[in-house]
């Protein structure tokens, strides 16, 4: 496995430790209906936790599992910063960890 699909992983692990710390991590899957969204970040069916963690984590991780080419943009943090402005939760260090994903996929 090549060292940016092992570093994308390495991330991977610390955004769904936080969104579990934060308490935002479900145990029940959003209905096909509403996973099968085409909006950006699923925004009409999905919250943006949601979209993390039956998206946008699943689809990188199967990215890495199978070595697949990775995208090559990301700007998950400026969505991550406009839905969490509103919430009294500390998300610093997930926004920190979804910051990193966006540097190292724009590598």
Request: net charge negative; proline share 7%; glycine share 0%.
């Amino acid at each position: 496995m090549r060292s940016k699909h092992i570093a994308v992983a390495e991330i991977l692990i610390d955004i769904e430790k936080e969104l579990r710390d934060l308490q935002l991590w479900e145990s029940e899957s959003p209905s096909a209906e509403a996973l099968a969204s085409t909006q950006p970040f699923a925004i009409d069916t999905l919250n943006f936790p949601q979209w993390l963690q039956f998206v946008f984590v699943p689809r990188l991780y199967m990215m890495v599992e199978q070595r697949m080419p990775l995208p090559r943009v990301s700007g998950v943090k400026p969505m991550a910063e406009e839905y969490f402005q509103m919430l009294n939760l500390n998300s610093a260090a997930l926004i920190l960890h979804l910051e990193r994903m966006d540097n190292l996929l724009s590598e």
